[in-house]
């Protein structure tokens, strides 16, 4: 594995992702932000846990199409519309209904969640990007 996840003494216990992750190899992978879109034009969920569930897996198939994969990722950034800590439980929903699926560990990669008032067009709710280092 080229990805190595820390979580140093003295940092934040129990955060549902890793807080350090040390990526040994000679090329990255820099997956662009990835919404809930479906590749045959299929309505998007307007719920935050099912447009994370299926922004997720857009940014699997970004991932596969450089012979990448989420034990490859170093860094995770999720911007989420309108946030307030009260959607915690309604995400991480989202985030564990594809995490089997996808590969994605438990915790997760270094991740940072940033509120944004609006993404690019209206009804997106989550916007994900990924960084990931192979051999």
Known sequence: MTVTFLNPEGMLPGAPYHHVAVGT???????????????????????LAGQVALALRNVARGLAGAGAGFGDVVRLTFYVTGWQQEKIGEFMAGVQSVAGELGLPTPMPPASLIGVEILFEPGVLVEIEATAVLD
């Open 25 to 47: 190899g000679t090329r990255q992978v820099h997956v662009a932000g990835q919404v809930a879109h479906t590749p045959d034009g299929s309505p998007v969920p307007e719920d």
